[in-house]
Structure formats: C-alpha cells, structure tokens
C-alpha cells in the first residue's frame, strides 16, 4: 500500500514538473485565465445548466446517450458546465451555512471541498464534465449519494454501463473509489470527457492560483493562502484518475 502511495505521489510530481518544463520551454497555452477558470468560456453550447456543455462534448454525450438509451438506460444530465459566478454562489452558500453551524473558516472550506471545488478551479468550468444519473427509475430526493450507484441503488445499472462503455466515447470517471485516491471524496456520477478535458487540465495547472483567487474575493479568503493552494492542487485537483492526466 505505501508503495502505491509513493508512485501515486511522484506521477503527480512528474505532471506538475512537466506542466512547469513546458512553461519554460516558451510553449505558452492559448487559453486566458479567465476562459480556464468559467469566466469567459468558450465553444459552450446548450440553454441552461443542465444542457451547457462543450461543443465537442455534447457532441460525444449525445452519442452515448443513444447507446445507453438501447440498453434501457436514459443517462440524464444533473449539472454540467458551469460558470464561474455559478460555483462561487455554491461555494459561498455552504460556506455561510458552515460558519452559521460554528465551524471555523479553515473548518468550514475544508467540509466544502469534500465534494465542492474553490470557485475558478472546477472542471465543469471546462465544458467537458458532466455529473449524471438514470432518469429511467424513480430518483430519490438527493440523486448525487454514493449509496444510489451501488449493490440495490436506483443508479446502479447505470454505473455498471458506464463502467463498461464510457471510454468508447471518451468519458472516464473522474474521483474514482481507489483507496489511495485523497482530495475530493468519490464522485460515481462525475464523468469528464477525456479529449479536451486532458489538455484543459495541463492549461489550468501552468496557472497561478494564488494570484487567481486572490481577485476573486472569496469569503473565508484568508484560509485560501499559498500553502493551502499547494496542497489543494496536490490532492484535490490532480490527485484523480490517472487516465486523466
């Protein structure tokens, strides 16, 4: 188990060199902060949250979506891209209700980023990732629970499809179960797709969080310091599945 720990340790060490190597190479990404971070999106298609996404995304989905649909399957979209001002009002909500419940800020982002990202770093900012369940069955009130994806769950079928032929339209689940896995808790709904969502990652992590959040003026922004980055963007934003990296 230690010895999966480390090598999982220094692949993430490896992208994060990489990422800086490329940098000094002078090979510059062409996406702005501001188009990486759900602010200025591009190539965004669909009316509302649920049905936004990326171009060639949506293109893909809607591929997978008839293939399931043939196997008895309705994947139905719970969120997909969102914009920046969207994931901070997220954020910030359960950060009110955290503080108002008498946990400390440090405490209060750390509960938020169990499963909620620090505004201006979620990938559904991308428009390549997607959290989805079975509209088939009848959902129970909260549809994004573990416990629904598993043994007698209304979503397990789904899973078990998707397990088996997401990666033949480019969709690879992103917080896995993996015991080693730390950051976000895992996430059986969350599904990215890998073609852009790859290279958008290696765009994104050339970018100074600090800086970027710094402007964002985040409630309990003190806690958001450069230590606190560092080890965020360790465990929360590269610490996922490795065939997303």
């Known amino acids: 188990m230690q010895t999966v720990t480390i090598l999982r ?5 490896l992208i994060l060199t990489g990422a800086k190597n490329h940098k000094l190479m002078g090979q510059e990404h062409p996406y702005t ?27 893909a989905f809607e591929a997978m979506k008839n293939a399931a649909s043939k196997d008895g399957i309705e994947l139905q979209v719970v969120s997909a891209f969102r914009s920046f001002d969207r994931q901070k009002a997220i954020y910030e909500r359960k950060y009110r209700k955290y503080v108002d419940q008498g946990l400390t800020p440090e405490q209060a982002v750390e509960k938020i980023i169990e499963y909620s990202t620090i505004p201006g770093t979620s990938r559904h900012h991308w428009g390549t990732d997607l959290d ?67 290279p958008y990652l290696r765009k994104f992590i050339l970018l100074d969080l600090e800086q970027v959040i710094s402007k964002a003026s985040l409630l309990g922004g003190i806690v958001l310091d450069s230590n606190f980055l560092k080890r965020y963007k360790t465990a929360h934003i590269l610490d996922i599945n490795p065939k997303l990296l």
Not at 33 to 59: C, R
Not at 135 to 149: I, R, S, T, Y
Not at 153 to 171: K, L
Request: hydrophobic share 40%; aromatic share 14%.
């Open 132 to 198: 989805l369940i079975d509209g088939k069955p009848e959902a129970p009130n909260a549809v994004l629970e573990p416990e629904h994806f598993y043994g007698d769950g209304v979503f397990c079928p789904m899973r078990e499809w998707m397990q088996q032929h997401a990666h033949n339209y480019g969709f690879v689940e992103v917080y896995t179960n993996h015991p080693q896995r730390s950051g976000f808790n895992h996430e059986p709904w969350h599904y990215s797709y890998a073609p852009l969502a790859i």
């Open 9 to 13: 340790t220094l692949f993430i060490v």
């Open 33 to 59: 902060a501001d188009q990486l971070m759900g602010i200025a999106p591009i190539d965004i298609v669909g009316d509302d949250y649920l049905s936004k996404m990326n171009k060639a995304t949506a293109k």
